[in-house]
C-alpha cells in the first residue's frame, strides 16, 4: 500500500487514506501488538475524528482494549503508553504536511516505535486481508475508554528541567496551530501567573487546516513570524513545532534561527551537569561541533543513522541519556524504559539550560558555529547504489568511511553524507568544511557526480 512509508503510515484524505482503510489499520495493529489496551491520540485535522474512530473500531473488533486520550501531541502518546502501561499507541496525524494529508504513527510498549524494519512491513500485510465488516468481527470485542493525560504529561515534560532563569524570560512561540499548544498552554499557565515568563503566542489554536503557515520548522518562510514576533518584542528566546508537536526550532534572541545541531550540542552540555560522562547521540549530518561540544563536557559522543526508529533503537541498546537530530527531534532518557522526542521537553530543558548558562542565547550558540555547512541538498539521479560505490572508490584513501547510513566519508578538514532517500531516488547531500572556500569546492565537485 503506497501509505505504509518508511516510519509511519500516511496519504492525502480520501483517496489515499479513508476510514476503511482506517479500519484495516486498527485492526491489524492491534493482531500484530496481541491485544491488550492500546492509546489513541489525534491531531486537529478535520478528517482526523473520521478516521480516528474507523481505527479505533478496528482495534476493538480485533479484540484490543481502547484507551483514547483526545487531541494530544504525539509525545503525549508515548507518555499514556508508559504511563498506562499499555501494550502500544498510534496517534493519527500527519505531522507537518498540509491540512489534506492524514496517518498514523505507531509504538509497541514502552512506546517503541514500530518502523518498516519494527513491525509495520506485517501491519501493511494482516491489514491487506482484513476485510471492512458491518458488525463486530470479535468474539469479545475490547472496551473503550476516554482518559485526560494532560496534567500529567506536563509534569512529565517539566522532569527534563524545569527552572527558569533568575530573572522573567520573554518568550515568543509559534505553534503553527499544531498540536503543541495544547500542552504549552497548560505548562506555561503556572509561570505566567508568577510573573516568571512573558509569552508572545503565535497560532497556539490548533487548526488542521493550518492556515497561517506550514507547521513546518525546517523551511526557513515557516520561521518568519516567530523571529518577526523576536524582533518586534525584543524576546530572550524564539521556538516553532511543528503539526504533532515531535519537533522544534529555536531561534535566537537576535532573531536568528539556531541549527539543530547546535542545539544538541548546547543542550548535551547541559544533560551531562546532570550525569557526568554520559553517551549522547547525534545525527551523522550535524556538525563536528556537536562532538567537540560534548568530548569537552566529559561525555561521549556517538553517531547515529537519521530516523526516529534508529536513533531510539541504538539510545536503549546503547544506555545515551540524550540524542538529537538536524531535522528538530530531540530525545529524552525520561526513565529506565521510557525513549522519546519530544519538543516541548526540548523548550523546557532550553530555558533550564539558559538558566544554567546565564547568557543570551547567541552567545551561547556562537562559538559553535565554527565550521561552513552546505545545507542538506537533494539531487535526483538514477542508480543510486551504483553511484554511491564509484564514490566510495574516489575517496578509498579517506581517514574515515562509513556506510552507516548511505555513505559518509570525513577528512581531516572536510566531511560529507549522500545518504538516499527512502520514498524517491533521490540523494540527499550534506557536507562541512573548515573554511567556506573549501566547502564551496568540495560541494561543487560532489554535485557534478549527482546527475
Same mark, same amino acid.
Given at each position: 500500500?503506497?501509505?505504509?512509508?518508511?516510519?509511519?503510515?500516511?496519504?492525502?484524505?480520501?483517496?489515499?487514506?479513508?476510514?476503511?482503510? +482506517?479500519?484495516?489499520?486498527?485492526?491489524?495493529?492491534?493482531?500484530?501488538?496481541?491485544?491488550?489496551?492500546?492509546?489513541?491520540?489525534?491531531?486537529?485535522?478535520?478528517?482526523?475524528?473520521?478516521?480516528?474512530?474507523?481505527?479505533?473500531?478496528?482495534?476493538?473488533?480485533?479484540?484490543?482494549? %481502547?484507551?483514547?486520550?483526545?487531541?494530544?501531541?504525539?509525545?503525549?502518546?508515548?507518555?499514556?503508553?508508559?504511563?498506562?502501561?499499555?501494550?502500544?499507541?498510534?496517534? %493519527?496525524?500527519?505531522?507537518?504536511?498540509?491540512?489534506?494529508?492524514?496517518?498514523?504513527?505507531?509504538?509497541?510498549?514502552?512506546?517503541?516505535?514500530?518502523?518498516?524494519?519494527?513491525?509495520?512491513?506485517?501491519?501493511?500485510?494482516?491489514?491487506?486481508?482484513?476485510?471492512?465488516?458491518?458488525?463486530?468481527?470479535?468474539?469479545?470485542?475490547?472496551?473503550?475508554?476516554?482518559?485526560?493525560?494532560?496534567?500529567?504529561?506536563?509534569?512529565?515534560?517539566?522532569?527534563?528541567?524545569?527552572?527558569?532563569?533568575?530573572?522573567?524570560?520573554?518568550?515568543?512561540?509559534?505553534?503553527?496551530?499544531?498540536?503543541?499548544?495544547?500542552?504549552?498552554?497548560?505548562?506555561?499557565?503556572?509561570?505566567?501567573?508568577?510573573?516568571?515568563?512573558?509569552?508572545?503566542?503565535?497560532?497556539?489554536?490548533?487548526?488542521?487546516?493550518?492556515?497561517?503557515?506550514?507547521?513546518?520548522?525546517?523551511?526557513?518562510?515557516?520561521?518568519?513570524?516567530?523571529?518577526?514576533?523576536?524582533?518586534?518584542?525584543?524576546?530572550?528566546?524564539?521556538?516553532?513545532?511543528?503539526?504533532?508537536?515531535?519537533?522544534?526550532?529555536?531561534?535566537?534572541?537576535?532573531?536568528?534561527?539556531?541549527?539543530?545541531?547546535?542545539?544538541?550540542?548546547?543542550?548535551?552540555?547541559?544533560?551531562?551537569?546532570?550525569?557526568?560522562?554520559?553517551?549522547?547521540?547525534?545525527?551523522?549530518?550535524?556538525?563536528?561541533?556537536?562532538?567537540?561540544?560534548?568530548?569537552?563536557?566529559?561525555?561521549?559522543?556517538?553517531?547515529?543513522?537519521?530516523?526516529?526508529?534508529?536513533?531510539?533503537?541504538?539510545?536503549?541498546?546503547?544506555?545515551?541519556?540524550? +540524542?538529537?537530530?538536524?531535522?528538530?527531534?530531540?530525545?529524552?532518557?525520561?526513565?529506565?524504559?521510557?525513549?522519546?522526542?519530544? +519538543?516541548?521537553?526540548?523548550?523546557?530543558?532550553?530555558? +533550564?539550560?539558559?538558566?544554567?548558562?546565564?547568557?543570551?542565547?547567541?552567545?551561547?550558540?556562537?562559538?559553535?558555529?565554527?565550521?561552513?555547512?552546505?545545507?542538506?541538498?537533494?539531487?535526483?539521479?538514477?542508480?543510486?547504489?551504483?553511484?554511491?560505490?564509484?564514490?566510495?572508490?574516489?575517496?578509498?584513501?579517506?581517514?574515515?568511511?562509513?556506510?552507516?547510513?548511505?555513505?559518509? %566519508?570525513?577528512?581531516?578538514?572536510?566531511?560529507?553524507?549522500?545518504?538516499?532517500?527512502?520514498?524517491?531516488?533521490?540523494?540527499?547531500?550534506?557536507?562541512?568544511?573548515?573554511?567556506?572556500?573549501?566547502?564551496?569546492?568540495?560541494?561543487?565537485?560532489?554535485?557534478?557526480?549527482?546527475?
Amino acid at each position: 500500500m503506497a501509505v505504509f512509508k518508511a516510519y509511519d503510515i500516511r496519504g492525502t484524505v480520501p483517496d489515499q487514506l479513508n476510514p476503511p482503510l +482506517a479500519y484495516q489499520v486498527g485492526f491489524a495493529t492491534a493482531r500484530f501488538l496481541s491485544g491488550g489496551r492500546l492509546v489513541v491520540g489525534r491531531d486537529a485535522r478535520s478528517h482526523s475524528p473520521e478516521i480516528g474512530d474507523a481505527l479505533v473500531r478496528g482495534m476493538l473488533d480485533a479484540g484490543a482494549s %481502547v484507551l483514547d486520550i483526545g487531541l494530544v501531541t504525539t509525545p503525549m502518546v508515548y507518555y499514556a503508553v508508559e504511563a498506562r502501561g499499555a501494550a502500544g499507541g498510534v496517534m %493519527v496525524t500527519a505531522s507537518h504536511n498540509p491540512g489534506n494529508y492524514n496517518g498514523f504513527k505507531i509504538c509497541r510498549e514502552h512506546a517503541i516505535p514500530v518502523g518498516e524494519a519494527s513491525g509495520l512491513k506485517e501491519i501493511e500485510a494482516i491489514a491487506g486481508n482484513v476485510a471492512v465488516p458491518d458488525a463486530p468481527l470479535a468474539p469479545d470485542p475490547g472496551s473503550f475508554d476516554t482518559n485526560n493525560v494532560l496534567e500529567g504529561y506536563v509534569q512529565h515534560a517539566l522532569g527534563v528541567g524545569g527552572r527558569l532563569p533568575a530573572q522573567p524570560i520573554k518568550v515568543a512561540i509559534d505553534c503553527g496551530n499544531g498540536m503543541a499548544g495544547v500542552p504549552l498552554a497548560a505548562l506555561l499557565a503556572a509561570w505566567e501567573a508568577e510573573g516568571r515568563i512573558v509569552v508572545e503566542r503565535l497560532y497556539f489554536e490548533p487548526d488542521g487546516t493550518f492556515p497561517n503557515h506550514e507547521a513546518d520548522p525546517l523551511k526557513i518562510e515557516n520561521l518568519a513570524d516567530v523571529t518577526a514576533a523576536v524582533k518586534r518584542t525584543g524576546a530572550d528566546l524564539g521556538v516553532a513545532f511543528d503539526g504533532d508537536g515531535d519537533r522544534a526550532v529555536f531561534v535566537d534572541e537576535q532573531g536568528n534561527p539556531v541549527s539543530s545541531d547546535l542545539t544538541t550540542a548546547l543542550l548535551a552540555r547541559h544533560q551531562l551537569r546532570v550525569t557526568p560522562h554520559g553517551l549522547v547521540l547525534y545525527d551523522l549530518r550535524s556538525s563536528r561541533a556537536v562532538a567537540e561540544e560534548v568530548r569537552s563536557a566529559g561525555g561521549r559522543p556517538e553517531m547515529c543513522r537519521v530516523g526516529h526508529s534508529f536513533v531510539k533503537a541504538q539510545m536503549r541498546e546503547s544506555g545515551a541519556l540524550f +540524542a538529537g537530530e538536524l531535522s528538530g527531534h530531540f530525545y529524552f532518557r525520561f526513565s529506565a524504559e521510557l525513549v522519546a522526542d519530544d +519538543a516541548v521537553a526540548a523548550f523546557v530543558a532550553v530555558l +533550564a539550560m539558559l538558566a544554567d548558562e546565564g547568557a543570551p542565547l547567541s552567545q551561547l550558540v556562537d562559538p559553535l558555529r565554527r565550521y561552513h555547512p552546505s545545507g542538506e541538498i537533494n539531487r535526483t539521479v538514477e542508480g543510486i547504489d551504483a553511484l554511491l560505490s564509484d564514490i566510495e572508490r574516489e575517496h578509498a584513501g579517506a581517514p574515515t568511511i562509513s556506510r552507516l547510513d548511505g555513505l559518509y %566519508v570525513s577528512y581531516d578538514d572536510w566531511w560529507f553524507n549522500l545518504r538516499p532517500s527512502n520514498t524517491e531516488p533521490v540523494l540527499r547531500l550534506n557536507l562541512e568544511a573548515g573554511s567556506k572556500e573549501k566547502m564551496e569546492a568540495e560541494r561543487d565537485r560532489l554535485l557534478s557526480r549527482l546527475v
